[in-house]
């Protein structure tokens, strides 16, 4: 559980929601200061004009008095002040002295005349709170012959007001921080929820259920998108490891033949021959089959390098008309020798891309089916031409042709047909062909000629 | 002539020195491709014949430090790495031909006879334009074909054919050899491709004629001999 928990706390989603989070707290505080301090200010000066205001109120009625007789301009001005603190309400403080000692009116104590702003605890009786939050924030005056007044306000409200903007900022930094945190946690934990299924998947996969995908919930967002690139990606790599496992199963079954014979006549040999020359006929013979049996395995090794798209290398811009004028050139004169009459049609053909050497073998491979799996005399022809945009070869004979229930299996591997067990021939060839059909995009069909075959290879529309 | 054969596999490099020794090669065996590249690179072996997979150093590469060295001895490749950029790999690196194993021994003799005679050749001052062969002349150039002072007119392939059979006079040419440097295939298409050219053109070459120029060696391949 707890592993669990860190988990979450480590995944990539947590880690950006916190810093973004960090983030957004910093400016939250930086933001709350200013906004402290520039309505602290806003307020002491508020404060500081209301006691400016009373102190011009009392200098004026002082003055007023003060050329005609000075007396009555002190008790005007204590007039003024008594009349306020009348109506006072707790916050405002006055005082009216003369000199250091004289306290004439007002509900302060005796302060050391000072002219301009001053600020200290406040000695008034308080009502509520600690003494400590009372300050008196006021303006001190000469009003002339040593008549010193003070008029200040008492800061308690304003310190009040200004706690509570920074109690709101706090509770609203706190929520945000909570949702922050809860938005992460969900966050990673959906997140890991579709990792641990990749996870998971792949795990199964290692464990040997190689048909587990993993779940896409089709919200085209990115990770669903990696999750469906990861099962395109397992279902390539499943269609290679089928190829393999098909490759090793022929192996094992369909070469297990050859070699039993192979091991039959080196038997025989030891058993029988007598003299060298006894020997040389059964070796002659092993050798060969050990060849057939090495070629056997050269074109299994090759059929799975096309079908795994090993080569790619060798891609180029490839004119059919020259392939077939190529391929028609190598196979004349084995036509001519096997008594086929041979016949080859060419049409300007587009160019297509693939691979030349594997383009030859395999219209050879066709061209060496035909001579071998018709009889003598049987015409043969090879053709190029373009059916409409898609370039395509023909191969096509008038013999016996291939019947429809065959025409799909012949092109498995080792496949042979019954009348064919007693031609040469390992019955890989047209394995091969549409093995490199497909690495081109080939589409290859056999079709009936009435009578006889026709082949045809119908290359992808030219570019 | 000393042949210098890396390979680590100590069956195959038997094998090998057996069958060149018998035809007169001195062979020298290095079965890491680090110990070959310090027999190879004093430069005196006629041939060297590298394994693509070796321990220490490994075949291409050992290729590559050769002609970086500026050691020009010609190489071949006898591998088991036989996929189709394998090869371009190896003749890239500066592999003068490349033979994927299990080899018949006469085809492993025929390349590495065709490639010293290559390397002997080059020495020669500028391209051939003409080949004879006993009473057989063949013009590069005019590409006219005589026997005898009786002209034969042959084909474009066959004249190919005839022209790289009579080149090598005298040594045994493969079938493989002559699909890959006639047709330019590195694959067997099968059924008698070259037994039908060759018996094609030996109908124009040979046939009337006192003795046979085309003679076919069996399991190996064919020799051009006048005698």
Same mark, same amino acid.
């Not at chain 2, 072996?45 to 050992?62: Q, S």
């Given at each position: 559980?707890?592993?669990?928990?860190?988990?979450?706390?480590?995944?990539?989603?947590?880690?950006?929601?916190?810093?973004?989070?960090?983030?957004?707290?910093?400016?939250?505080?930086?933001?709350?200061?200013?906004?402290?301090?520039?309505?602290?200010?806003?307020?002491?000066?508020?404060?500081?004009?209301?006691?400016?205001?009373?102190?011009?109120?009392?200098?004026?009625?002082?003055?007023?008095?003060?050329?005609?007789?000075?007396?009555?301009?002190?008790?005007?001005?204590?007039?003024?002040?008594?009349?306020?603190?009348?109506?006072?309400?707790?916050?405002?403080?006055?005082?009216?002295?003369?000199?250091?000692?004289?306290?004439?009116?007002?509900?302060?104590?005796?302060?050391?005349?000072?002219?301009?702003?001053?600020?200290?605890?406040?000695?008034?009786?308080?009502?509520?709170?600690?003494?400590?939050?009372?300050?008196?924030?006021?303006?001190?005056?000469?009003?002339?012959?040593?008549?010193?007044?003070?008029?200040?306000?008492?800061?308690?409200?304003?310190?009040?007001?200004?706690?509570?903007?920074?109690?709101?900022?706090?509770?609203?930094?706190?929520?945000?921080?909570?949702?922050?945190?809860?938005?992460?946690?969900?966050?990673?934990?959906?997140?890991?929820?579709?990792?641990?299924?990749?996870?998971?998947?792949?795990?199964?996969? !290692? %464990?040997? $259920?190689? +048909?587990?995908?993993?779940?896409?919930?089709?919200?085209? @967002?990115? *990770? =669903? /998108?990696?999750?469906?690139?990861?099962?395109?990606?397992?279902?390539?790599?499943?269609?290679?490891?089928?190829?393999?496992?098909?490759?090793?199963?022929?192996?094992?079954?369909?070469?297990?033949?050859?070699?039993?014979?192979?091991?039959?006549?080196?038997?025989?040999?030891?058993?029988?021959?007598?003299?060298?020359?006894?020997?040389?006929?059964?070796?002659?013979?092993?050798?060969?089959?050990?060849?057939?049996?090495?070629?056997?395995?050269?074109?299994?090794?090759?059929?799975?390098?096309?079908?795994?798209?090993?080569?790619?290398?060798?891609?180029?811009?490839?004119?059919?008309?020259?392939?077939?004028?190529?391929?028609?050139?190598?196979?004349?004169?084995?036509?001519?020798?096997?008594?086929?009459?041979?016949?080859?049609?060419?049409?300007?053909? !587009? %160019?297509? $891309?693939? +691979?030349?050497?594997?383009?030859?073998?395999?219209?050879? @491979?066709? *061209? =060496? /089916?035909?001579?071998?799996?018709?009889?003598?005399?049987?015409?043969?022809?090879?053709?190029?031409?373009?059916?409409?945009?898609?370039?395509?070869?023909?191969?096509?004979?008038?013999?016996?042709?291939?019947?429809?229930?065959?025409?799909?299996?012949?092109?498995?591997?080792?496949?042979?047909?019954?009348?064919?067990?007693?031609?040469?021939?390992?019955?890989?060839?047209?394995?091969?062909?549409?093995?490199?059909?497909?690495?081109?995009?080939?589409?290859?069909?056999?079709?009936?000629?009435?009578?006889?075959?026709?082949?045809?290879?119908?290359?992808?529309?030219?570019? | 002539?000393?042949?210098?054969?890396?390979?680590?596999?100590?069956?195959?490099?038997?094998?090998?020195?057996?069958?060149?020794?018998?035809?007169?090669?001195?062979?020298?065996?290095?079965?890491?491709?680090?110990?070959?590249?310090?027999?190879?690179?004093?430069?005196?072996?006629?041939?060297?014949?590298?394994?693509?997979?070796?321990?220490?150093?490994?075949?291409?590469?050992?290729?590559?430090?050769?002609?970086?060295?500026?050691?020009?001895?010609?190489?071949?490749?006898?591998?088991?790495?036989?996929?189709?950029?394998?090869?371009?790999?190896?003749?890239?690196?500066?592999?003068?031909?490349?033979?994927?194993?299990?080899?018949?021994?006469?085809?492993?003799?025929?390349?590495?006879?065709?490639?010293?005679?290559?390397?002997?050749?080059?020495?020669?001052?500028?391209?051939?334009?003409?080949?004879?062969?006993?009473?057989?002349?063949?013009?590069?150039?005019?590409?006219?074909?005589?026997?005898?002072?009786?002209?034969?007119?042959?084909?474009?392939?066959?004249?190919?054919?005839?022209?790289?059979?009579?080149?090598?006079?005298?040594?045994?040419?493969?079938?493989?050899?002559?699909?890959?440097?006639?047709?330019?295939?590195?694959?067997?298409?099968?059924?008698?491709?070259?037994?039908?050219?060759?018996?094609?053109?030996?109908?124009?070459?040979?046939?009337?004629?006192?003795?046979?120029?085309?003679?076919?060696?069996?399991?190996?391949?064919?020799?051009?001999?006048?005698?």
């Amino acid at each position: 559980m707890s592993s669990a928990r860190t988990r979450l706390f480590q995944t990539e989603s947590f880690r950006l929601t916190a810093i973004y989070a960090g983030l957004f707290v910093g400016s939250m505080i930086v933001l709350s200061a200013l906004i402290y301090f520039i309505v602290a200010q806003a307020f002491e000066a508020n404060l500081l004009r209301g006691s400016d205001d009373d102190l011009l109120a009392i200098r004026r009625a002082y003055n007023s008095e003060l050329a005609k007789k000075p007396k009555k301009a002190v008790h005007e001005a204590t007039e003024m002040i008594d009349d306020r603190l009348l109506a006072t309400d707790s916050q405002d403080a006055f005082l009216l002295q003369q000199g250091a000692r004289t306290r004439i009116t007002g509900n302060l104590p005796l302060m050391t005349p000072r002219a301009g702003e001053q600020r200290f605890l406040s000695p008034l009786p308080i009502t509520e709170g600690e003494r400590s939050e009372h300050v008196i924030l006021g303006r001190g005056e000469f009003l002339g012959n040593g008549l010193y007044a003070f008029v200040g306000r008492d800061l308690y409200a304003e310190r009040a007001a200004e706690a509570k903007v920074l109690r709101t900022f706090g509770w609203v930094l706190l929520a945000s921080l909570v949702a922050a945190f809860a938005g992460g946690l969900l966050l990673s934990q959906s997140f890991l929820r579709r990792v641990d299924a990749i996870t998971n998947t792949c795990r199964s996969i !290692m %464990a040997g $259920r190689l +048909d587990d995908r993993i779940p896409v919930h089709g919200s085209r @967002n990115e *990770l =669903d /998108n990696l999750a469906s690139t990861i099962n395109d990606m397992l279902d390539r790599i499943g269609v290679l490891m089928e190829s393999l496992r098909q490759v090793s199963n022929d192996i094992a079954h369909d070469l297990r033949t050859p070699l039993a014979h192979l091991r039959y006549r080196l038997e025989q040999a030891r058993a029988e021959a007598k003299t060298a020359e006894d020997y040389a006929g059964p070796v002659d013979a092993a050798i060969a089959d050990s060849d057939a049996l090495l070629e056997m395995f050269a074109a299994l090794l090759r059929i799975a390098q096309i079908e795994a798209g090993a080569r790619r290398a060798g891609i180029e811009e490839v004119k059919l008309d020259s392939l077939v004028a190529r391929a028609s050139d190598l196979y004349k004169p084995v036509m001519d020798d096997a008594g086929h009459p041979f016949e080859v049609h060419l049409s300007p053909c !587009m %160019a297509t $891309r693939g +691979d030349p050497q594997l383009l030859l073998q395999l219209l050879t @491979n066709l *061209l =060496d /089916n035909a001579v071998n799996h018709t009889p003598a005399g049987t015409g043969i022809a090879l053709i190029a031409e373009m059916d409409g945009a898609r370039p395509t070869i023909a191969v096509v004979d008038q013999g016996p042709g291939i019947p429809i229930e065959d025409r799909q299996k012949v092109f498995r591997r080792f496949f042979r047909r019954e009348q064919s067990r007693t031609t040469p021939g390992s019955g890989l060839g047209l394995a091969l062909v549409s093995a490199i059909a497909d690495l081109h995009g080939a589409e290859i069909s056999l079709l009936d000629n009435r009578p006889g075959l026709r082949v045809v290879v119908r290359f992808p529309e030219a570019a | 002539m000393k042949t210098l054969i890396v390979e680590d596999d100590p069956v195959t490099a038997l094998y090998v020195t057996e069958g060149l020794q018998k035809y007169g090669h001195v062979v020298c065996w290095a079965p890491t491709g680090t110990d070959g590249f310090e027999q190879a690179r004093g430069g005196d072996c006629a041939l060297i014949i590298v394994d693509r997979m070796l321990p220490g150093l490994d075949g291409l590469t050992l290729v590559k430090n050769l002609r970086s060295h500026n050691v020009q001895t010609p190489v071949l490749f006898l591998t088991t790495m036989d996929d189709l950029d394998a090869r371009v790999e190896g003749l890239n690196a500066g592999g003068d031909d490349y033979l994927t194993k299990p080899f018949a021994m006469p085809e492993l003799l025929a390349r590495a006879n065709a490639i010293i005679r290559r390397m002997h050749a080059a020495g020669d001052p500028g391209p051939q334009t003409h080949l004879r062969a006993g009473d057989l002349e063949m013009d590069l150039l005019a590409r006219v074909v005589t026997r005898d002072s009786r002209e034969i007119e042959l084909q474009q392939q066959e004249f190919k054919l005839l022209e790289y059979l009579i080149l090598n006079a005298g040594r045994i040419v493969t079938r493989k050899m002559l699909l890959e440097n006639v047709w330019g295939l590195n694959f067997d298409p099968g059924t008698n491709v070259v037994e039908s050219h060759i018996s094609r053109l030996r109908s124009k070459v040979d046939r009337g004629f006192a003795s046979e120029l085309i003679h076919t060696i069996r399991g190996s391949g064919y020799v051009v001999r006048a005698d």
